[in-house]
């Protein structure tokens, strides 16, 4: 049974900086891993994803030259590196891969870590 655990998160002042684990049970390797975040209120959002062997990454522009993901394959873990972090950063954050078994996709998501950003 494929599960994500997320760690990482926490209280911390604007301007701060955090960095979030995405621990997996099973290997994944061969699988592009998202960080995604939901305000209260909000729609969930995509934050940043790598590729299986970490040699792309995405972000979209609210957090693009802020945040930074990596992975290491030989632990099973994804990092994101969250610098200058602004109150509208809070959220909770989320690790999702997407697995494809045949014809089928099946989507795991972990079960979130709060980041909260306020003086």
């Known amino acids: 049974q494929l599960q994500l655990v997320e760690s990482g998160g926490g209280l911390v002042q604007p301007g701060g900086s955090l960095r979030l684990s995405c621990t997996a049970s099973?290997?994944?390797?061969?699988?592009?891993i998202g960080w995604f975040r939901q305000a209260p209120g909000k729609e969930r959002e995509g934050v940043s994803c790598i590729s299986s062997r970490g040699g792309a990454t995405n972000y979209p522009v609210s957090v693009k030259g802020r945040f930074t993901i990596s992975r290491d394959n030989a632990k099973n873990t994804v990092y994101l590196q969250m610098n200058s972090l602004k109150p509208e950063d809070t959220a909770v954050y989320y690790c999702?891969?997407?697995?494809?078994?045949?014809?089928?996709?099946?989507?795991?998501w972990g079960q979130g870590t709060q980041v909260t950003v306020s003086s």
């Open positions: 999702n891969v997407d697995v494809v078994v045949s014809t089928h996709i099946y989507t795991y």
């Open positions: 099973v290997n994944l390797d061969v699988y592009a």
